[in-house]
């Protein structure tokens, strides 16, 4: 008998009455009638989860480098054993089957390749959703589908960068700070990136060897940085600097960041001074002694590191005197000095000095003497030469 199932509730228990009647072949009627209690089930049902694919839901370079990456979660409800669970990941499927984790669950460990998430190239930093479906089939054959759907976090790289500062100020070791604090210079220099912190790990390198390993440290500026300090003459002989930094992200990526400087010394200066002629013949006379009122101007040439407006020293009989280095007529460096010609007359001699300091801070003094002749007195003297032999003129000789 097909009955209607329009008031068939699922989940409800639905009496059903059934009832005979008959009339035997004497005529005698008789009804039977009978009770049956049935159980409306309509649907099955089934549940997954998908679990975070590593221990922070991310994977970084290293992991995405990996063969595989197993794909874990739990089903219930109707979901049993052997049930078959499909993962699609960026378009790629995978399978496999609902097995017993213990302690009364169940669910599933889907090994997927890593590729399906990333190719791992260039710096990716995304999400990847992972969906995941069982079919199911309860006891009276409902089947069911669930289905289920989680992102997971692609950084594949971190991010830091190391600059060295100036080395000695400018690069250039001179002689004062070869032997400045205690024969040792500093070699610093800051850090950024988003990833680099305190405690990060620097290498220092020179000429590409290893010498020495520190951290990063918290500058005073409130920045991040570095600073070694390392033996001058060991600098001077291996010039080249290498400086690593090597930081972690919370991913776990790992980056190593690298910048080279090269730096040179100059531990000397050099200057020359000369002193010219303080007269066409080097010799003072008395007209020269009293012209220019008084003055007389001491040139020469200075050379070297010596530049224009360093200073020129003059000493005279004790007297000092000073001016500047001017760029002279010819292309080249000298000076024009003018002191008291008195003070020449009284001390001839010349003493110059130039102190300079090179492009790199090197000092040098360079001196020069020089005297100055003196002819302040003219003499002259007349005589008469003996006339006619003796002095006397006879009458011959007046005829002649």
Known sequence: IEVSTDNLKDGSDQKVHVSISTVDEHGNPSTVTHDHMVHI?????????????????????????????????????????????????????????????GNGKLGYQIPVNSSAFSDNQGHQDKYVNIKATVTSHDAVDNEVTATSSHNVHID???????????????????????????????????????DAKVGDTVILKLDGVAVMQGAVITLAGGGLGFSFPVNTHMLMTHPQITVSVTSTDVAGNSVTHSETKTISSDMYTQSHITIDGVTADNVINIKESTDNNGKTTISGSVSGDAKEHDTVELVIDGHPYSGEVVKLANGGLGYHIPVDTQNLVNDPVIHASIHTTDNHGNEATATAERTVGLDLNASASIGIDTVAGDDIISKAESEL
Not at 55 to 72: P, S
């Open 41 to 101: 089930d309509l649907h099955a049902e089934a549940t997954i989860t998908i679990d975070d694919v590593t221990a922070d839901n991310t994977l970084n370079h290293a992991e995405l480098n990996m063969a595989k990456q197993i794909i874990t979660g739990t089903v219930d409800g109707d979901a049993k054993v052997h049930d078959v669970v499909s993962l699609e990941i960026n378009g790629y499927k995978f399978t496999g089957e609902v097995l017993t984790l």
């Open 156 to 194: 594949n790289y971190a991010e830091n960068q190391v600059h060295i500062g100036t080395v000695a100020g400018d690069n250039v070791i001179n002689i004062k700070e070869f032997s400045a604090n205690g024969g040792m210079t500093p070699i610093t220099g800051t850090v950024t990136g988003a």
